[in-house]
């Protein structure tokens, strides 16, 4: 397990939504146009990655170690 796994998606879940409020901001900088396209790309793979996933039926099991 990764140091930073226990936190990865609480952190990345409260960037992303920041993303999304801010998706259409006319002052980005070049780099973060870029940026920003290419974590639309990611974001449609993890949609496509997780289609088949019943997220409402799944239910938290403990890590083994």
Known sequence: MSNMSYCR??????????????LT???LSKEEFKARK???K???EIVED???EDLE????KEPTD
């Open 9 to 22: 998606f609480e952190n990345t879940l409260e960037d992303l939504r920041d993303c999304r409020d801010n």
């Open 25 to 27: 901001d006319p002052e």
């Open 38 to 40: 290419k974590l639309i």
């Open 42 to 44: 990611v974001c449609r």
């Open 50 to 52: 997780a289609e088949t």
């Open 57 to 60: 039926a799944e239910e938290y």
